[in-house]
Structure formats: C-alpha cells, structure tokens
C-alpha cells in the first residue's frame, strides 16, 4: 500500500442534496464510526482534500462549484457521488433546473446510491476510492520519474 | 566571547535537531491525536498517522500559487530548526526566542503573499497570536537571565536548584502562552487541527501538498523546541534533572491536550487580553520582585 491510501483526506460538498446523505456524511465521520482509524479526515479545503465526496444533483446554478473544488484539488484525487441524486439525479431527475448526476459535471470514479446513501456505503465507496486512489498515486509517480 | 567553536557547535547542533526533532515530534503529533481520539471516545488512527499524512502530502502533485510561498515556508523551518540548534548547542535562550519569532514572522508573509481572502485572515490572526505570546516568552528570558545568572542554556549545569524554584510565576504565564505556541484550543485561532472550527483552513488555505508537508514537519520541531523551553525550567546541576524535565514535559504536553479537548476555541480579544495580563500578573511581578527585591 502507497502512503496516499493511507491518509485520505477528504472534502464534502453539498449540490442540492436535501440534506439526508450530508447527515449520513457527517454520521460516518462522527465517533459512532470514527473513520480517523483510517486517517480518514474531513477537511474544508479543496487543496487539502484527496476524496471529493459530492451529494445531491447538479444543477445549473452550482455546476461550476462543483467544477471549481474539483479542479483546484491537486493529483491523486478521487471523486465519490453519494446518494442516489449525486448518482443520477435521483427522484429530482425530471426537474427543469437539474443537468443530472455529477458525472455530468466531474468524472465520478464510484458510486454510492442510496436514500439517503449509508454511513455503511459511504464507508465502503471511501475504501473503493482508495483502490482507484493507489493507481492513480502510481501512475503520478510514473509520470515524474518521466518528467525528470 | 562567541569563536568559531560556538558556530561550529551550532550548526552540529541544528543538524541534530533536524533530523532527531521531527521524529520525537512526530511521535508525539501522534500521541496527540490518540490520546485526542480516546478522550472523545474513539479508538483514534494509528500513531504513526502524522507520518504517513506527511509522506502522503510528500507525494501529490506540486503546486503553488506563486513562487515566492515556497520560499518564505521554506525560510521559516530553517529559522525553526536554527532555533533548535542554537537551545540544544547550550547557546542564547534569547536569540533561540527572536529566531522562532522570525521564523512566524516568515510564515505569516508566506500566507499574506498569496493574496487569498482566506489565508489573509488567517494570516492576520497569526499576527495576533504572535502579539498575544510574544510579551510572555520574551518575559521568561529575562526571568531566565535574572535566576541562572546567564541567557546561555548550558549555564542551567552549574545551578544548585533549577531555575523553577526562583521564577515559578514566570513558568505559570509561559505555561499559558504556550496553549497558543502549540496551535491548541482555546488558543487555535490562525490554525486548527480540527476541522469545522475554521474559515477553510487558516494560514495554510493556499499552502498543498509538499508545501503543506514542509508546514507540518516544522510544526513537529516548534512543539519540540517549545517543550524543551518547558522542560529547561527543571534541569540543574544534577543529571538526574534531565529525566524529571523529560517527564514534566510530557505532562505539560498530556496537559496541553487535555485542554485542547475541553475548551472551545475564544475570540482573538479574550486571547490577546488573557495573554498580556497572565504576563503582567505572573511574568513581570515574578521578575519585578527578583530585580528589586
């Protein structure tokens, strides 16, 4: 295992979720769950962050936040969307201001769906992440070994 | 009086430091955050976390907003660990003192330069930090000066008592300076350790991966230095002083943490009035009463 699957770091925001799945976000980080065993932290800055963890749809007004905190985190990043809304719109699909999922705005590297997603899913998808954040951690270390 | 042995000593000195600090550092960063995690009722991530954070960070993408960030964030850690040096070679408690101010100094440019609203304010309660504590650590070399006869840290070997015994008052007030020198609530007003208590992340919102790093790694060695200032209260002639003024650092260290977990974070207001009148009251009528009396 790499060093970057072992202090993820992570960032939250909220598209338009209704709020269940940021509950269940803040749940998994709570001491109930207490994911800091593994180096797990919620941090506010997206230049921090390794794990994006993205809640409900994305909408036209919030489309170029959720492009913005993506783009100012730094490579190796992940994107989890959940929820079912951050997965496909969800039950808020059909509505004239929603565009969809986030995939429709970032590339989304898991999905956990759900309603409202769980402390349990959300935990697994993170895991999941890590998986996808190892290779793309090597992958950056091959590319500097290039540059050099 | 200060040959080219005392350089010598110094800088054999600060490369010690460099390399022992941030592994004693480290350990207790990680010490920190299990016994944090215990005290809320969690099992805590492994001791050695700050280690892989740090490696962590080592390995992300580099970049900065501008060029000059990485220069005053690296400045202010050879300031930090020249600190060190100078304290462990026996050197100036007070010249120990201005170099870590320098080296605040340093990292408060390296947030204002990179013009972020953000780390503008964190900067700016930096500022106020440094404002807030520097009276008092200032006050505990004089009060050294005034009990061991001497602002050299090795002349603490000669002593028949350790300086605590004489500038207690002095101690008491630098104990309370240092809960803002450690970055721990109530105090932790220009940088959190814990999330959802700050405006993104403080001074350090623009800083990422090996600069962030860089941050980390010297705050290891201030903590260090910072408790060693601590234990120098304890040491005296005998060697055996040297083992109680380990142990009385970890206690003020657990201490440190205990307060961190059980107070929430105040205004910069109650921090600077706080700071200056503990100062006053303790510090200057401690060293009032040995000057004059």
């Known amino acids: 295992m790499s060093y970057a699957t072992k202090s993820p770091w992570v960032i939250h925001y909220d598209a338009s979720s209704c709020n269940g799945c940021d509950i269940e976000v803040l749940a998994a980080l709570c001491p109930g769950y207490d994911v800091e065993r593994f180096g797990i932290i919620n941090t506010g800055n997206p230049k921090h962050a390794d794990i994006f963890l993205v809640t409900g749809s994305v909408n036209e007004r919030n489309i170029h936040v959720v492009k913005e905190i993506y783009d100012q985190m730094l490579e190796p990043k992940v ?18 201001n929603v565009i969809g999922g986030v995939d429709q705005a970032i590339p989304v590297d898991v999905y956990a ?29 091959a590319k500097k070994k290039e540059g050099e | 009086m200060y040959g080219f042995e005392t350089v010598a000593v110094t800088i054999v000195a600060t490369l010690v430091f460099a390399v022992l600090a941030p592994i004693v550092g480290c350990l207790l960063a990680g010490l920190d955050r ?20 740090v490696r962590k960070l080592m390995g992300k993408e580099n970049a900065s907003v501008n060029g000059s960030e990485g220069v005053y964030v690296t400045c202010a850690f050879v300031f930090t660990l020249l600190a060190g040096g100078v304290f462990f070679a026996g050197g100036n408690l007070l010249l120990s003192v201005f ?50 006869g001497t602002f050299d840290t090795a002349g ?21 300076v240092l809960t803002i ?18 405006i993104v992340r403080g001074v350090t919102t623009e800083m990422s991966g090996p ?23 304890f040491v005296w002639g005998n060697p055996i002083s040297l083992v109680v003024a380990v142990v009385v650092a970890l206690l003020v260290y657990f201490l440190e943490i205990f307060i ?19 100062a006053l009251v303790f510090g200057g009528v401690n060293i009032a009463v040995l000057a004059f009396i």
Request: net charge neutral; proline share 5%; glycine share 6%.
């Open chain 1, 79 to 96: 994107v989890i969307a959940c929820g079912i809304c951050a997965c496909s719109g969800g039950i808020f699909h059909d509505c004239y």
């Open chain 1, 113 to 141: 769906p759900g309603c409202a997603v769980r402390p349990e899913a959300i935990i697994d998808a993170v895991v999941q992440g890590l998986g996808i954040l190892e290779e793309k951690a090597k992958a950056l270390d």
């Open chain 2, 34 to 53: 299990k016994i944090s995690a215990r005290m809320q009722g969690r099992v805590g991530p492994p001791l050695l976390q700050p280690y892989y954070d």
């Open chain 2, 99 to 148: 170099l870590i101010t320098l080296s605040a100094l340093f990292f408060i440019m390296a947030a204002y330069c990179t013009r972020s609203p953000y780390a503008e304010v964190g900067a700016a309660r930096e500022t106020l930090q440094v404002m807030s504590y520097e009276p008092m650590v200032l006050l505990m070399a004089v009060g050294y000066f005034i009990a061991a």
């Open chain 2, 156 to 176: 603490v070997f000669s002593l028949d008592a350790p300086v605590v015994c004489t500038i207690w008052g002095v101690l008491i007030g630098f104990l309370f």
């Open chain 2, 181 to 198: 020198k450690l970055r721990k609530s109530p105090f932790d007003i220009s940088m959190s350790h814990h999330a959802h208590q700050e």
């Open chain 2, 211 to 233: 600069t962030l790093a860089k941050v980390e790694v010297m705050h290891w060695c201030e903590n260090v230095l910072f408790l060693a200032w601590t234990a120098l209260f």
């Open chain 2, 260 to 278: 961190d977990n059980n107070f929430a974070r105040v205004k910069w207001q109650a921090m600077l009035k706080g700071a200056w009148i503990v």
